[in-house]
């Protein structure tokens, strides 16, 4: 079961497979105005410069970060205005009421 998990992913899986991709969102949730250098977002996620190389691609690709307009070397924000985004505050906001239930 776990092999056709792997080979015909849910999107949920997709988003969730490396922890990476949940602290670089979580730390671009936590500062929605900043603009990120990729070693910027590696250290306040806590994660390697590789993992963000290595998953910034499939952010960009939800939309969930946009590449800050004119900025060179490239900077990164959350993209606060996509609905994703959106649905991911509300999904952390019913986590953390359930939990203080």
Do not use: C
Not at 50 to 74: A, G, K, M, N, W
Request: glycine share 4%; aromatic share 6%.
């Amino acid at each position: 079961m776990t092999d056709l998990r792997d080979e015909y992913p849910s999107g949920w899986r997709i988003l969730t497979q490396h922890s990476s991709v949940g602290y670089m969102i979580d730390a671009l949730m936590d500062a929605p105005e900043y603009h990120f250098s990729k070693s910027e977002l590696a250290d306040l996620a806590g994660v390697s410069r590789q993992s963000v190389h290595t998953h910034l691609p499939l952010l960009r690709r939800l939309d969930i970060v946009r590449v800050v307009d004119d900025s060179s070397p490239e900077e990164y924000t959350l993209n606060s205005g996509d609905e994703f985004v959106r649905e991911l505050h509300r999904l952390n906001g019913l986590v953390n009421a359930k939990l203080d239930a």
